[in-house]
């Protein structure tokens, strides 16, 4: 998944046919749902679990479908999370990968199209993902910020945000679509760009506040910004038996 987002079949002329939905879902059933989680890079699930841990199922139907291109991730994936309301995409983009984001993109966004005309009650479509940051990452002294190929996915969000607000203008509907995009943190320059695309501004959040380990983040989205309470955590709560003594130790006297 290297290529700039909609390059591969945009010069073909006439209406591009549009694809297969990225689901095998009863037209009743798409029908019934009210919110539509497109989850981009969806790795081993961790934006499913923390939508449910936030309780946006109780909210309202809500699908939830899983881009991701790794077999041993896709085999995660399907035996963890799939079920009658999130769905595997099982589409292949135009180099013949499956479960790529880019499929999304190919023929003018035909799939993206597809998907929100086979959702026709939607009141809310939500885009989340994080795309590579192995060039992006301070952690890479050779790094080459957006100049890496596999950076050039986080352009898809941008993409898929205009496109699917348009497409849903153009069908008459006031679905909303909003956007959470997660990174690490990187360079000013990057981040600024990362706002120029996306139109907010970056927010930094440390996994510190409720987790036992530092993991800062760059987040943007379109949905605001959330206040984080931050929670005490011992680490005995969180490792296997016979680690804790080793624990100790790295903590000194």
Same mark, same amino acid.
């Given at each position: 998944?290297? #290529?700039? /987002?909609?390059s591969a ?8 046919e549009?694809?297969?939905p ?6 009743s059933?798409?029908s019934s749902a ?9 790795g081993m699930?961790?934006?499913? $679990? ?11 139907p809500v699908h939830h479908i ?44 035909a ?5 929100l005309?086979? $959702? ?6 939500l885009?989340i993902g ?11 002294p ?7 190929? #596999?950076?050039?996915l986080?352009?898809v ?12 203008a153009?069908?008459? #509907? ?13 360079a /000013?320059?990057?981040e ?8 907010v501004i970056a927010?930094?959040?440390d996994?510190?506040?409720v987790?036992?380990m530092?993991?800062p983040?760059?987040f943007?989205t379109?949905l ?6 931050s ?6 709560d969180?490792?296997? /038996?016979?680690?804790r003594?080793?624990?100790?130790r790295?903590?000194? /006297?």
């Open positions: 998944q290297t #290529r700039p /987002p909609g079949n945009a010069e073909l002329g006439g209406p591009p549009l694809p297969e990225a689901f095998k879902c009863a037209p059933s798409a009210r919110w539509l989680v497109l989850d981009l890079l969806a699930g961790g934006a499913h $679990y923390a939508l449910r841990a936030a309780g946006v199922d109780d909210a309202s899983l881009f991701e291109t790794s077999r041993q991730c896709r085999d995660l994936l399907a035996e963890k999370l799939v079920d009658g309301r999130t769905f595997l995409s099982d589409v292949a983009d135009s180099q013949g990968l499956v479960g790529s984001v880019l499929a999304l993109t190919d023929n003018d966004c799939l993206l199209r597809t998907l005309e086979t $959702y026709c009650n939607l009141t809310d479509v885009i994080g795309s590579p940051c192995q060039g992006l990452s301070k952690a890479n050779h790094r080459k910020n957006l100049d890496d190929d #596999r950076s050039v986080i352009w969000f941008a993409v898929l945000v205009a496109r699917g607000r348009a497409h849903i153009a069908l008459g #509907r006031k679905t909303s679509v909003h956007f959470l995009v997660e990174n690490v943190v990187m /000013p320059d990057v600024n760009t990362g706002m120029g695309l996306l139109g927010h930094k959040v996994a510190a506040l987790s036992t530092h993991r983040r760059t943007w379109s605001g910004k959330a206040a984080i309470a929670v005490s955590t011992d680490p005995a969180t490792l296997a /038996p016979g680690w003594p080793l624990w100790e790295s903590q000194g /006297p």
